[in-house]
């Protein structure tokens, strides 16, 4: 296998000393996949929040769980809606690879389509959903309060027995249009147990409500998009 050692061996100078490397991750080294087995994180706890007008609030988070996932972690993805055009598959890239790996599991409760948007799809139905997922969404938060989160789980477990980090994506679009109040998602922070990572995603309007509320908001910005020139959603980017 080739290392960063045979650059040094082919290079006049000397590799860094141990203590140069002491903080770099590996010692220099390069590192290798390992198998995943269940483990418990040391410092999860925080709530994040991911919002704005730019594309990629839902890929940073579904690629947070996987790295979360790929530690022995317990993750489940929960979306409150999921919109789209007629391009747009049913089953999403996303979900085929959550069900192919440990660890992570979603749910959609929302059908496709968005709120507001005039796509066809029903809007009384948007709602009913939306309450339906805060309704999953306390579940799941309650579940993981009676668990053991200093504790591995397992990997393949269902989430009423408890995870260590809950994506809710969309859930701040649900409440940016009325869907579910700025009141429901306070008592979702409010309800949720010290070791776990809660994670709110979505929406284009600044979540101010919960601006002292968070330990972590990213904006995502759009400062370019192809859809501006007619780019359609392409699989494996969009879905």
């Known amino acids: 296998m080739y290392t960063h050692a045979d650059d040094w061996a082919m290079s006049e100078e000397q590799p860094p000393s141990e203590s140069v490397l002491e903080n770099t991750p590996g010692q220099g080294r390069t ?39 790929g530690h022995g972690y317990r993750v489940h993805v929960l979306q409150f809606m999921k919109g789209g055009a007629s ?23 929302g059908h496709y389509g968005w709120h507001g948007m005039a796509d066809g799809s029903d809007e009384a139905q948007h709602e009913a959903e939306a309450q339906a997922g805060l309704e999953r969404a306390r579940e799941v938060i309650d579940a993981a309060a009676e668990a053991d989160l200093s504790a591995p789980l397992a990997l393949e477990g269902d989430p009423a027995d408890g995870v260590h980090m809950l994506i809710l994506d969309e859930v701040l679009y649900a409440a940016e249009r009325g869907l579910i109040s700025e009141a429901d998602v306070h008592e979702l922070l409010d309800a949720k ?14 979540p101010t409500y919960l601006a002292e509320r968070v330990d972590l908001m990213t904006n995502v910005r759009k400062q370019k998009h192809p859809i501006e020139a007619g780019q359609r959603a392409r699989r494996g980017t969009e879905f």
Not at 64 to 69: I, L, S
Not at 87 to 100: F, K, L, Q
Not at 193 to 206: A, R
């Open 193 to 206: 147990p010290d070791g776990l990572e809660l994670v709110l995603s979505g929406g284009h309007e600044e």
């Open 31 to 69: 590192p290798e996949a390992e198998r995943i087995e269940a483990d418990a994180p040391e410092e999860f706890g925080l709530v994040q929040v991911w919002w704005g007008d730019g594309k990629g609030k839902t890929t940073a988070t579904l690629g947070m769980g996987m790295r979360a996932a």
């Open 87 to 109: 391009s747009v598959d049913a089953v999403r890239g996303e979900y085929n690879a959550i069900d192919a790996l440990p660890g992570i599991s979603y749910e959609n409760l």
